[in-house]
């Protein structure tokens, strides 16, 4: 263009073009030069404009006075200083030459400086993954918040991956990093997988690893060697080591954010309905691997015909106050079983109670609140039949707010203990605890009469019997048909005769 200073840049494109054949009226449109600039550099030296790396400085160097003599000494001690801990030196010791214009300039510094004279650096070595080798496990807690019928449902994800596939096998846990959520989990993955890998590696779970002792725990070796799996684990602090499903807990929980965002909920149901869902967010995700894993499926190595127990088993005595205590979790049981011992087995979701070989009853494991170490788990249909027997026992008991079903029966216990005198609040509250467990009326017993007590209505015990539980029908009455007296006279005389023949017949 007329009046415009040619670019060495436009002088390399207008060659370039005439090299691959162009006209000079068209390398020139190409390079935005006219015709006659394209001669003159065809005309011109070929020989290219020497470049000069700069040398020198443009401005003084503000860190020329302290840099060799102080700095550079303090970074050879601890080369872990950073160039913010040396400019608050420099501020301290001269706060009138230093201050925060030249901090970029120290950071600078201090970087080149590493680079050049500072410590080695760990070298991280890939490795190849081989077919069927390793499978890895993880825990991690979800970034979205998930409600069950309404309630906050605190879990853990647990996550499976193959090493050299990247198939991967996701279960909803409840409780921390325990046994039986890893058992749980791993057995749902290995069963989803169709096989075993040689080798399972886990960070330091204590689940799996005594690492005081530094020793696997008996109930995870055993588990290994049922699927015939080697275990290991990464270093200390080295969670690079377990990669392979470090980042792959990144990638899910970015999934499931995303699909519960696009299904417009984070409530449901039930837990299988949330597992349900978590499962068809990672059949997606291993679509990405299917080929892979395919090869990587037939060098698995096959399953055992029965699962490995993924609970953990302890022997207790029921007390006589008709409880057991569960990893600091006070657990409620029928009265029948007080004195007994009986075998629990902890699951990470339930406990399940046996007496011999028979199951006596399931429990769903409670953990104890954030900032807690402990919790109660009382169920009033366990006890009520004995308070029922000294209602009295209530008031003080150490069980009282948690045999107290839900928020309106607390709500009614405050009301009759202010209203009733103190023997017969006790009797009131527990007998209305009683009618609602006798008459599987719970819920509704217990809104229709605080709908009362606030409104001033405190119905006596015979009230609430006479009107919520009135039989439904009336007892049929029965018509019965006297038989004739001569068809039983026949009936005798046949017997007779019978008997009769018997005695004579010879034998």
């Excluded at 913010?84 to 950071?107: A, G, N, V």
């Excluded at 979800?142 to 879990?155: L, M, Q, R, V």
């Excluded at 070989?357 to 249909?381: E, F, M």
């Excluded at 029965?478 to 009936?491: C, I, T």
Aim: with cysteine; proline share 4%.
């Amino acid at each position: 263009m007329p009046g415009q200073h040619i670019t060495q840049r436009q002088e390399e494109l207008y060659m370039q073009h005439r090299q691959q054949g162009m006209n000079q009226e068209a390398a020139a449109a190409k390079a935005g030069i006219s015709v006659r600039s394209g001669r003159r550099i065809e005309n011109a030296s070929t020989t290219p404009r020497p470049k000069h790396d700069r040398n020198w400085r443009t401005r003084e160097d503000p860190l020329e006075a302290v840099w060799e003599t102080e700095l550079v000494p303090l970074l050879r001690a601890e080369p872990d200083l950073t160039g913010t801990t040396l400019l608050e030196y420099l501020e301290e010791h001269y706060p009138t030459h230093y201050d925060q214009r030249i901090l970029r300039t120290l950071q600078r510094r201090v970087k080149q400086w590493k680079a050049l004279h500072g410590p080695d650096k760990p070298v991280i070595f890939r490795q190849q993954a081989e077919p069927g080798r390793q499978g890895f496990s993880d825990f991690t807690h979800p970034d979205s918040a998930i409600t069950i019928a309404g309630e906050p449902f605190k879990h853990l994800l647990y996550q499976f991956r193959l090493a050299f596939s990247g198939w991967r096998s996701v279960t909803i846990v409840q409780g921390g990093e325990s046994y039986a959520a890893l058992s749980t989990g791993l057995q749902r993955a290995l069963q989803q997988a169709g096989g075993s890998p040689i080798e399972h590696r886990t960070d330091s779970l204590s689940a799996a690893r005594n690492n005081r002792q530094n020793l696997w725990t008996d109930a995870y070796a055993d588990l290994c060697s049922h699927y015939n799996m080697t275990p290991t684990r990464n270093n200390l602090g080295e969670s690079h080591e377990n990669g392979i499903v470090e980042c792959a807990n990144g990638s899910l929980k970015r999934r499931l954010s995303q699909q519960l965002k696009l299904r417009g909920s984070h409530d449901f149901d039930s837990i299988e309905s949330y597992q349900h869902f978590t499962d068809q967010v990672v059949e997606r995700l291993n679509r990405r691997s299917h080929s892979r894993f395919q090869k990587e499926k037939q060098a698995l190595q096959g399953l055992p015909e029965q699962q490995a127990a993924n609970y953990q088993t302890l022997n207790l005595k029921v007390t006589r106050s008709s409880t057991i205590e569960v990893r600091r979790v006070v657990y409620s049981v029928p009265s029948r079983l007080i004195g007994e011992r009986v075998q629990v087995r902890l699951y990470h979701d339930k406990l399940m109670i046996y007496v011999g070989q028979q199951v006596a009853l399931t429990l769903a494991r409670i953990y104890p609140a954030n900032g807690h170490t402990r919790a109660k788990s009382i169920d009033y249909k366990h006890l009520i039949h004995a308070l029922a027997a000294k209602p009295q026992a209530f008031r003080y008991s150490q069980l009282r707010d948690e045999l107290l079903p839900d928020d309106n029966y607390r709500q009614l216990w405050q009301y009759a203990d202010k209203a009733l005198e103190s023997r017969q609040a006790c009797k009131w509250i527990v007998t209305v605890l009683r009618l609602a467990y006798e008459y599987d009326a719970e819920k509704q017993l217990g809104e229709e009469l605080l709908v009362e007590v606030k409104s001033g209505k405190f119905a006596s015990i015979k009230t609430i019997q006479d009107r919520f539980f009135q039989p439904s029908q009336s007892v049929p009455e029965l018509q019965g048909r006297q038989h004739d007296l001569q068809s039983y006279d026949a009936l005798l005389s046949s017997l007779k005769t019978q008997k009769s023949w018997t005695q004579e017949a010879p034998f």
